[in-house]
């Protein structure tokens, strides 16, 4: 049936108030859809606010309609990556509690600028002061080109942050031992900061490899430890707890008597760093029983169950990594490196999933900005720049080494890995753990 001309000749006014009805009757239909979904329970009262709202007076509905409803259009999702607030949400530091930490400016595929960047952000946040190790013209560059010379200038001025001119860096393609000959790389004169007392810890994003053999040439191993590890923090179901995973890549062929070790150093730095007062210890297998895994397995078994100075809580399923049932989990390099870019891909993967299975439209964007808290939470527990790098346990110095492709935001959360260590004193416990371990070897 074709219109009526009565439709047609419509006047303005009754048309603005039926668009306000529309707009009324679709915030009523919003707050309904959400005190009903069990999925949102815990915004019940932000519900009820809203429910008064469109309680109220159609002309008010109609306008809270366009400055309510307007700014949740935006995709939550992609607002994720929002930095912290401004100064005012800055914490108020005590200048006298700040710690040295040397920082290997020329290491990481993106270095010098994102590292820099960091650092700035980390002496606003964190108790710490950096001195930082880099060559003159990349800097330079890199301050230009990222608009930092005011944010640099003030960081020195206050003492915060200092720089240390280095020679020629090693390349992420270089071979490990290059640290050997380029005595003066950025990687060597931070390590040499640490050796003589000038820093508590040292932090580089730069080659592993080449990373831990400057470890080890310059900082020395500790007494009775035959192999340094890298111990990576994993998130797990439990918001307050972590469990460190140890070896993640240091060493692809290990001996049982190496993963005793790497037991016993995680189990002291999850009691020191991360306050865990009886750390449970699992070994990574592919099954519960001590029947299970590879030769590597069987013989590290007994060796892990005899030691009174671990609590061994026996053998870790995959599954049961992030489970929170373990502390601390010792594998060899290879599977735990395996381990550690499998779990690195799950917070993209899973924020993903959630772009796309929410619903389209008004509707699905209003929705996940109501969830935009939940959905935060669960990127931080899950995105590996959350946590920002893993220690090398072992040499004698507190080292933190940063994935290559580190920004800002992982920089920040590798130096607050490296001050909780030096902080609470780890070294002066995995001194005595070395002296321990070397008693042993000659009684043996």
Known sequence: MPPKDSDNLRSPGRQALSRRQRQNRTIRRLVIWYKRNAAVTSLVDT????GSVAGAATSMAGSMAGTVLQPLVLDPLRRLQLGAGGPEDW???DDRDRLWVAVDGMGGDNAPGPI??????AVRVLPLRIRFVVEGDPLRRAVASLGLEQELAEAQDRGLLQLVASGCSVGMDEEATVVRRKR????NMAMDLVKSGQAMAVYSAGNSGAVMA???????????IERPAIGALFPTKDPARQVLVLDVGANTDCKPAWLHQFALLGTIYSRDALQVANPRVGLLNIGEEECKGNDLALKTHPLLMGDARLRFAGNCEGRDVLSGRFDVVVCDGFTGNVLLKFLESVGSVLLDVLRAELPRGRRGKVGSAFLRSNLVRIKKRLDHAEHGGALLLGVDGVCVIGHGSSKALSVVSAL???HSAASHHLMDDLHALGGEAASAATCD
Not at 47 to 50: E, F, G, I, L, T
């Open 416 to 418: 607050r890995l490296a």
């Open 116 to 121: 820099l960047e960091g650092c700035l952000r």
């Open 47 to 50: 519900a009820n606010a809203a």
């Open 214 to 224: 400057s470890a080890i040439f310059r900082l020395g191993r500790l007494r009775g």
């Open 91 to 93: 914490p108020v530091i």
């Open 184 to 187: 003066d790389a950025s990687i």
